[in-house]
């Protein structure tokens, strides 16, 4: 059986989780439940990132330790998670002893190898962005434009320079490396200067603690260093066996990673510093790093800081979570950035949700129950929709493989429109010699869509078959053969999937 490693960035845990943080883990979702579909064993790791200055003072402010402020977070996370239906395989968190333990051994494997050294790290840090400033950027933050802390502190250093022209070839020889193809010169722009090497620790109480016998009271480990690593330690990786003879399972079945997911603001964290770090450890690199572009709220990017965030548990409440899914993948190309607003998430909820899907569904679900007794009728010619759906596979697939969610959904929504055209052209209430195999060839059609939809609106697949009395379906992509149906299925009454909002 295949396997297939999928990532998330892990969250800061300072805050309350918003609808940017949800775009990623959702998008993650559904393409662990496509690939899952095709039988292959998937391992979905997302986490939460819980050390450094932010946590810290975030915890400070809110007038409690660090330790509390990231529990009560994190247990936001994992409530949004569950309402949103998010399958991950494991949830990983910093602060856990045996991440933190392999963060100190790969520390100590890098200095062995002459990959960290001791030094003084002189220049800018912007704590909100968690990060150090090249020195062309002055001393404001050219990401979020705050304000930074200068800094003149001992560290110890990465060497990131070692791995510039090697991160360069691997570029040129892996170009599905980067993705998406629009942000492979900006990535290849970040080589055009010498890389400068990456001060690993920082005066951060909030942090994990040096390895033991190395000098440097007072520091901890610089808190991305200590993230890129979740990576690793998520499934396991043992750096005291890098050769492998007792390599973890799960690290020896699932690395490297097929697919890493990432907003477009963590690109040099992904496609730079993580690819040497890699390197350095002698492992093989992630196969595709996939940067999606921003939801802006009010034209600018949504964060915490600006005030401008779209609360998810409150859009769950009104709209239900499934509409949520829905709307963030269908409304924006992956890798876009994107403008949330009520009114577009409403129009889009009542066209595409409300109206093509649900009423299809609504539609000849009440036909069934009210003119032919409450049964599936028998087939007969499958005609236009049974070629429609045979399409299907060969069109959806490869957009999945491009994380080409828009297009996905595209495409379904052709089919959903092509079933409500067909219903209207037939007129099967009109009790034709042909209405019984149109309801039929409509059920299947819902069945097959259901099928497709299901990474995307898991609750809402179900409910579709439940209603329509389909149930003992083959796993996988044998479901997709059309025809399986059994007449005579006892179809139930059910509310709108999707009621209209006024
Ligand atoms: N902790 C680091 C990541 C470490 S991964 C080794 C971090 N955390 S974060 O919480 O600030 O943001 C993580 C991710 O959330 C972003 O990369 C992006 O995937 C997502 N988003 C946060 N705000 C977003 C938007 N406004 N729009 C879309 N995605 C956004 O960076």
């Known amino acids: ?109 890098l200095q062995r190898n002459g990959d960290i050294y001791p030094g003084v790290y002189e220049g800018h840090y912007c704590v909100p962005c968690e990060r150090y400033l090249v020195p062309a950027e002055g001393i404001d933050c050219a990401d979020c434009g705050r304000p930074t802390e200068k800094l003149s502190e001992e560290t110890y250093f990465f060497r990131l320079s070692r791995y510039q022209e090697r991160i360069k070839e691997h570029f040129l020889k892996n170009p599905e490396f980067i993705q998406p193809e629009r942000i492979r010169d900006e990535v290849t722009n ?61 690290f020896k079945r699932f690395w490297p990673p097929d697919v890493q997911l990432v907003g477009k603001d963590i690109i040099r964290f992904h496609h730079i510093i993580w690819p040497a770090i890699l390197m350095a450890l002698n492992l093989p690199l992630p196969k595709k790093v996939f940067a999606h572009g921003w939801w802006l709220s009010g034209n600018e990017k949504m964060s915490k800081s600006k005030g401008n965030v779209v609360e998810p548990f409150d859009f769950c409440r009104r709209y239900g979570s499934e509409a949520l899914r829905y709307f963030l993948l269908a409304e924006v190309p992956f890798g876009m950035d994107g403008n949330f607003t009520e009114e577009a998430f409403r129009k889009r909820y009542n066209s595409d949700l409300a109206n093509d899907l649900g009423n299809l569904v609504h539609r000849f679900n009440h036909l069934m129950r009210t003119n032919f007794g409450g049964k599936v009728p028998p087939p007969g010619d499958g005609g236009i929709l049974a070629r429609k759906t045979a399409e299907l596979f060969p069109a959806l697939a490869p957009k999945m493989e491009s994380l080409d969610f828009f297009g996905f959904l595209e495409t379904l929504r052709e089919v959903i429109s092509a079933g409500n055209h067909y219903l209207d052209e037939e007129s ?6 042909n209405s019984g195999s149109v309801l039929y060839n409509l059920t299947e059609t819902s069945r097959i869509l259901s099928i497709y939809l299901e990474p995307v609106l898991p609750r809402t697949a179900v409910l579709i078959r439940q209603q329509l009395g389909l149930t003992d379906l083959p796993a996988g992509k044998e479901a997709l053969t059309w025809g399986l149906t059994k007449p005579g299925a006892i179809v139930t009454e059910a509310p709108p999937l999707f009621p209209r909002i006024k």
């Not at 496509?34 to 003072?57: I, M, N, P, Q, Y």
């Open 1 to 109: 059986m295949d396997k297939y490693y999928l990532t998330t960035p892990i969250y800061y845990v300072n805050a309350r989780p918003h609808v940017g943080h949800v775009y990623t883990t959702v998008a993650a979702d559904v393409l662990a439940r496509w690939e899952r579909f095709l039988g292959k064993e998937v391992f979905f790791l997302t986490g939460a990132d819980e050390h450094g200055s932010k946590v810290a003072a975030a915890a400070d402010q809110a007038g409690l330790s660090p330790g509390e402020l990231v529990d009560q977070t994190v247990g936001r996370y994992l409530d949004l998670w569950k309402l949103l239906e998010i399958k991950f395989d494991r949830f990983i968190r910093t602060t856990e002893t045996e991440h933190q333990k392999t963060i100190q051994s790969i520390f100590s494997a």
């Open 190 to 250: 970040m080589l055009s200067d010498p890389l400068p090497d990456l001060s690993l620790t920082r005066r951060c109480r909030w942090g994990v603690p040096l390895p033991k016998g190395v000098a440097g009271s007072g520091l901890t480990i610089y808190v991305w260093f200590d993230a890129l690593l979740n990576y690793l330690s998520g499934v396991n990786y043992n750096p005291l066996s890098p050769a492998g003879a007792d390599q973890s399972k799960s």
């Open 428 to 433: 099967p209430w009109r009790k034709g010699p």
